[in-house]
C-alpha cells in the first residue's frame, strides 16, 4: 500500500524532466547523484550541465587532468566528491574497460559510491531492485514509522535501511525511488512538511503525533572548534594575485588557494623571505564552516609597487588574473574574496 500510493503520487507530481532523467544511464545518473548527495536540485542543474557537456562519458571524464574536474566543481563544494568522482572514472576504465559495472558489489565498492548512490545508480539508470537512503528518504521514513534518534547514529541507521528495504516495490524500482526522493524533497520538506498534500498522510505516525517537525533526530549538539588562519592576497602590478595548489589531501585538496600562514609574523616573514616590499592591509575576518569546524580567515591584502621578475615562478604557485580567470578550481570563499578584490579595484 506505501509503494502503490507513492506511485500514483509520483504519476500525477513526480519530476520527470530533470537532466539526469533524459538518457539515463549509469554515468549520467552516477555524476547526478554525487552531485546532489550534499546540493539542492535547483543549484546543481546548471553544474550538471556544463559537467556533462565538458565530460560527456566515463572515458573522457578519466582522460581528463584532475584541475579541469575541480574546476568544472568549483562552487558546489565538498570537493572530495570530485576528486573521488575522478579516481572512480579511473578505476572503471583501467578495470572495466570504460564500461561502467553494472553488479551493486562492484559499483559499491568504487570511490565515492555508499549503498544507497549504488542502488540510485543501478535502479533509476538500470531498473534494477535496491533501497535507497539518502538524507530526503530517510526524513520521509523516520516520519512516517516515527522512527526516533539521529539518523547517523548505527542503530537508528539499521532499523531504516530495514524499512526501506521492506516498502521498496518488486516492480518501477525507479520510479518508487525518484518519488520517494522528489516526495522528501517537495512536500515531506525539512522545515515544513505539507501534510495536506502527502500520499502518506492517513498511514504516517508522526503526523498522527504531531511530531512531524521534531523528526528525524537533529544530530546531537556540538560545539565546533574555530580555526584562525591569515591569507595572503598578494597583488601585482597587472592586478593579478598569487594562489598556490594546496595539497591532494585535506580541506580544499588539489585546489587553488592564497598563501595561508597561521598569524601575521609568519606572514610577514614569507614576504621577507623573497624580498616583497609592500603595505599589510588588514581586512575583517571572514568566516567560513565545515562541517567538523568553523575557518576564521584574515585577508592580508598586499599591493606590489613594482613589477615581479624573480619571485616565485614556476612551481611555487601562479600568477591568476582576475579578469581573465583560468582554469582552475578555486575554494568558495577564494572566490569570494577574488570577488572583493575585484570590486575594490
Ligand atoms: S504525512 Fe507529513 S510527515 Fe508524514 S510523510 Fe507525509 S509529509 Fe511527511
Redesign the pocket.
Known sequence: MFSENILAWFADHGRKDLPWQQQPTPYRVWVSEIMLQQTQVKTVIPFYQRFMSRFPDVQQLADAPLDDVLHHWSGLGYYARARNLHKAARLVRDTYKGIFPEQFEQVEALPGIGRSTAGAILSLACGQRHAILDGNVK??LA??HAVHGWTGNSTVLRELWLLAEAATPQQNVAAYNQAMMD??AT???RGT???E?????S?????RQGI?RD?PSPRPRKVLPVREVHMLLLQDTQQAVWLQQRPASGIWGGLWSFPEFAGAAELQGWLDERSLPGEIQQHDVVRHTFSHFHLDITPCLVRLQNPVFSVMDGHEGVWYNTRQPGALGLPAPVQRLLQRLQASD
Do not use: E, K
Not at 498534500?197 to 498522510?201: G, R
Open positions: 526524513r520521509v516520519r512516517y516526495l522528501g512536500v515531506c520538506r512538511p505539507d501534510c498534500s502527502c500520499p502518506l498522510t498511514g504516517c505516525l508522526a503526523r512531524q523528526l
